[in-house]
């Protein structure tokens, strides 16, 4: 790119900013918090991606379309669950090296947690990394928000800012995130989401958005045996079913599509040569779904792509770490080796 025109970073933060509306919220404790919604979640722009999903040869649903406020809170309750291993596993591996991780992060930087969910595990770190500021990223905006609230009447002296932004869209944050050295935060094994190569693109735009002295803190979940893992993404009480069904409800919403949960059922499998877990959701009988002008038929047995969950070995991930533009990967894991929680630098 020839140096006299603006880069397209420049390009993105001035689009962006014509995007952002704040919205600044005071809690009456008197606790600062800023929320920010990021309008890129357009309905026209959300209904042109959900139906090039279901008109495709082979029908898929983005994962983004899980998470509406329901979609959250049953995401919440399959953290709890005895055969969700990652979450618990995770936690134990914060609180085990809790003074190794401050002492190789540093302490006072701005927590930046991104797919903040319920917020909690950033929560779990405010002692151990003591941030000057958390801002926390998160699709669901009106959760978020709801979270934030609470959350800052129990740190009232912890300076607050929320995001409303899909994570796919570019890492520009408003003015209020301040300067300083920033900690990237992404637990929970959400990375996995991502092929390795959207993974790895992932990575080079928070490198691309950090830094000198800028770092990443990622929970990553490692390659087990078949049965543990599809276990997880199966539970005999069916939560994870409904967290992947309720994506039907959310489709009948934006699209105006006349799904029946009670047409599909849940399926998680493990494809051990592409070291992921996949959800589907599969038709139990001939079925045509019809929205506007459009319909598409589903053969009983035929099955709607909704997420995928892949898993890593540590050679893997410090190549894709390396790849990225990080440096000096460290990953701390449980004694059975199910979890690592990974921390790299940008090189000052």
């Known amino acids: 790119m020839q140096a006299t025109k603006p880069s397209a970073d420049a390009y993105a933060r001035r689009a962006l900013a ?5 919205q600044p919220t005071v809690d009456a404790v ?9 309008f890129t979640e357009d309905d026209a722009a959300l209904r042109a991606e959900a139906e090039a999903g279901l008109l495709a040869p082979a029908a898929s649903i983005s994962p983004k379309f899980f998470y509406d406020a329901l979609g959250s809170r049953l995401f919440e309750a399959i953290t709890d669950l005895p055969e969700y291993y ?19 992060v540093g302490r006072g930087a701005t927590l930046i947690d991104l797919g903040a969910g319920n917020c909690e595990k950033a929560a779990r770190l405010f002692r151990t990394l003591a941030p000057s500021r958390y801002v926390a990223i998160d699709i669901s905006a009106e959760f978020l ?4 609230r609470g959350l800052a009447r129990q ?25 300083g050295r920033r900690v990237w935060f992404y637990p929970g094994s959400s990375l996995g989401n991502f092929t390795p190569e959207e993974a790895g693109a992932f990575l080079s735009r928070l490198h691309e958005a950090s830094a000198p002295g ?20 199966d539970d005999p009480l069916g939560v994870t079913a409904a967290f992947n069904l309720n ?21 998680a499998l493990y494809r051990a040569e592409a070291h992921r877990v996949e959800m589907h959701l599969e038709a139990r009988r001939d079925v045509t ?14 099955r709607m792509h909704t997420e995928n969950s892949v898993k890593y070995d540590l050679p893997s991930l410090q190549t894709m770490f390396a790849d990225a533009g990080f440096e000096d990967l460290h990953a701390w894991t449980d004694a059975s080796g199910d979890f690592a929680v990974c921390h790299a630098s940008v090189a000052r």
């Open 18 to 22: 014509r995007l952002i509306q704040p």
């Open 247 to 267: 994506v039907l409800r959310n489709l009948n919403r934006l699209l105006g599509t006349n799904f029946d949960v009670r047409d599909w059922r849940h399926v």
């Open 145 to 148: 928000r709801d979270t934030l």
């Open 86 to 104: 990652p979450t618990r596993t995770e936690a134990a591996i914060f609180s085990l090296h809790a003074a190794e991780i401050a002492l190789r």
């Open 30 to 38: 008197g606790a600062g918090l800023t929320f920010y919604q990021l």
């Open 214 to 233: 800028d770092s990443v803190l990622i929970g990553i979940d490692l390659i087990k045996e078949a049965q543990r893992l599809e276990a997880a993404y």
């Open 155 to 179: 740190h009232p002296q912890l300076p607050m800012v929320g995001i409303g932004a899909d994570l796919c869209a570019p890492l520009v944050l408003p003015d209020a995130v301040g300067d």
């Open 289 to 302: 779904v019809r929205w506007g002008k459009h319909a598409r038929a589903f053969a009983g047995g035929e």
